[in-house]
């Protein structure tokens, strides 16, 4: 049956049978948007199973022309850096032009869910690698060419700074850059500003960590040095990272040969060789997948995995003792993974690469609570798959920490210059809208599952959709001429419409049948009467 705008079909699916007994049409309720109402997610079943090897997240710009000359582009590694940063209301990164023929600057569109090419070069290099941050006034782009092993010199380590026109939504490169940082090729380069202002970087090279900083400008830097606390050579395999926290500089480094994850803080302001006594964020377990964060407390978060194959989610608390979390055994099979806070939302997420081969897969993320860190077991959601069998691998994402108004978005890629990039992009609400919705809770089949929105008009009412489709399109009330943008695709399933209560909270509940187990579903919450709609949530049951 072809579903119009205008129309309302109730579907009612009976769990014993898991077929669709009873179709209703009945017209269009304008207060929830019109589309599509259903009494539960059981409806959605059969149209889930059916899209079992759908795309899932969106398909970015082509990989031609990119990569390595013999092997693998990996145009959104390595695994310590981030493509990503979010400003003025959008989502930018560093994505590869296939017809410039460079990494250059891209805008997301959040109505097409496509990047655009901005036409800024951040690296022609075409196997180079680059790390992003956005400190609120500049951006900064440090890039390299990539290695695996120890790195050769040759291969200019370079530092690019843009000042960005909020009139014309552009950036713009500063006099006097790219500046040198070092000379070596790499796998990784990471960078961040102090509480000072002061830039440091940190690589592998010759199978040390080494460090160079600012000096007394962005354009000029120290001369090169090993990390002090790095006193031998580590596995050629080896990886480094590095982040600021409250008013330090903490570098990880990953040592297979005495295998740990070691850490050395460097106190703001004091001299270079000034470093602190080596910390053990974990003993007889190391690997080459480190990703660190930072919250606003000064704890610091490390998602790792060791040599069994096991990913955890390693925290620094303020005292400087290190706690373990697992996030995933050997069988789970999650690799290069990255950690993003929200801690507006108390939430901190894991998104990694999952098989099948070790060349990737699709990209999964699981989540848990900030205040009592805790993975339930398995796979977590699918964010990113390529339907068509390609593998993606890699995601990347930002340094910043996310909030309703950021939203989230992650980053990945194909293998293949014949591929694509491609994200998981999660709505943020508009500074202003407030109308935030929370995943569901538990977020499993077979039980009731409840949904929350906070920031509704006390009393008004609020309508809950969801959809096995991500989308684009505007609902058109009657009250809201301007119309109100959907994240959903079609079909749009009303699940529930209920009043808010005088604190602007509103609360379903829905069961969601066992037969949704291993599918993905999208959520949003509509407040009509405000013109209003929620951020996206997206779900793997």
Not at 66 to 87: A, I, N, R, Y
Not at 206 to 229: C, T
Not at 342 to 351: G, L, M, N, P, S
Request: aromatic fraction near 8%; hydrophobic fraction near 40%; glycine fraction near 10%.
């Amino acid at each position: 049956m072809k579903l119009k705008q205008g129309s309302r079909v109730a579907v009612e699916a009976i769990s014993t049978n898991k077929r669709v007994s009873k179709v209703m049409v009945e017209r269009a309720s304008r207060a929830a948007g019109g589309f599509v109402s259903a009494l539960g997610l059981a409806a959605l079943v059969g149209l889930g199973s059916a899209l079992a090897a759908q795309d899932v997240g969106y398909r970015g710009p082509s990989l031609a022309g990119s990569g390595p000359s013999v092997g693998f582009p990996s145009v959104t590694g390595s695994k310590p850096e981030s493509k990503l940063w979010f400003h003025d209301g959008s989502w930018w990164g560093s994505l590869w032009s296939s017809t410039g023929l460079a990494f250059r600057i891209h805008r997301l569109d959040p109505l097409t869910h496509a990047w655009l090419d901005t036409g800024v070069t951040l690296d022609a290099r075409p196997d180079s690698h680059g790390d992003a941050l956005w400190d609120g006034t500049k951006l900064y782009f440090a890039s390299h060419e990539f290695a695996v092993g120890v790195g050769t010199p040759g291969a200019l380590l370079l530092l690019s700074r843009f000042s960005y026109a909020t009139a014309t939504d552009t950036y713009s490169l500063d006099p006097g850059f790219p500046a040198t940082i070092g000379d070596s090729a790499t796998e990784a380069l990471v960078i961040d500003k102090d509480s000072t202002g002061m830039l440091w970087a940190a690589w592998k090279q010759a199978s040390r960590v080494h460090f160079a900083h600012s000096a007394g400008s962005d354009e000029v830097w120290s001369k090169p040095a090993i990390l002090p606390g790095n006193t031998s050579d580590f596995d050629t395999d080896d990886i480094c990272s590095l982040i600021r926290f409250s008013d330090k500089i903490g570098v990880m480094w990953s040592d297979q040969i005495l295998n740990r994850f070691f850490f050395s803080t460097h106190q703001d302001g004091a001299p270079d060789t000034d470093w602190s006594p080596v910390e053990e964020a974990t003993t007889d377990e190391s690997n080459d997948h480190i990703h660190l964060k930072a919250d606003s407390s000064g704890r610091v978060f490390a998602a790792v995995r060791n040599g069994l194959g096991e990913v955890k989610l390693l925290v620094r608390d303020v005292a400087g003792t290190w706690q373990q979390h697992l996030v995933t055994t050997a069988p789970e099979g999650f690799a290069r993974p990255i950690a993003l806070l929200d801690e507006q939302a108390r939430r901190i997420h894991v998104f990694a690469t999952v098989g099948p081969t070790s060349l990737g897969g699709a990209i999964h993320r699981k989540s848990s609570s900030l205040d009592a860190i805790a993975f339930a077991p398995g796979q977590g959601t699918i964010a990113i798959q390529d339907g068509s069998g390609r593998v993606v691998n890699n995601p990347t994402s930002t340094k910043q920490n996310l909030s309703s108004v950021t939203g989230r978005v992650v980053l990945a890629a194909n293998l293949s210059t014949a591929g694509n990039t491609w994200h998981e992009e999660v709505a943020g609400v508009p500074a202003g809208n407030g109308l935030l919705l929370a995943p569901p809770s538990p977020g499993l089949p077979g039980v009731l599952n409840t949904f929350t929105v906070t920031g509704a008009t006390p009393r008004a009412v609020v309508s809950f959709f969801a959809s096995p489709r991500a989308g684009s399109r505007l609902i058109l009330p009657l009250r809201c001429p301007g119309g109100i943008p959907s994240a959903l695709g079609l079909p749009r399933i009303l699940l529930r419409s209920t009043r808010a209560n005088a604190s602007g909270v509103a609360t379903v509940s829905v069961l969601v049948s066992t037969t949704a187990a291993g599918q993905t579903y999208h959520f949003e919450a509509l407040e009509a009467a405000s013109c209003r709609v929620s951020n996206k949530v997206v779900q793997q049951f």
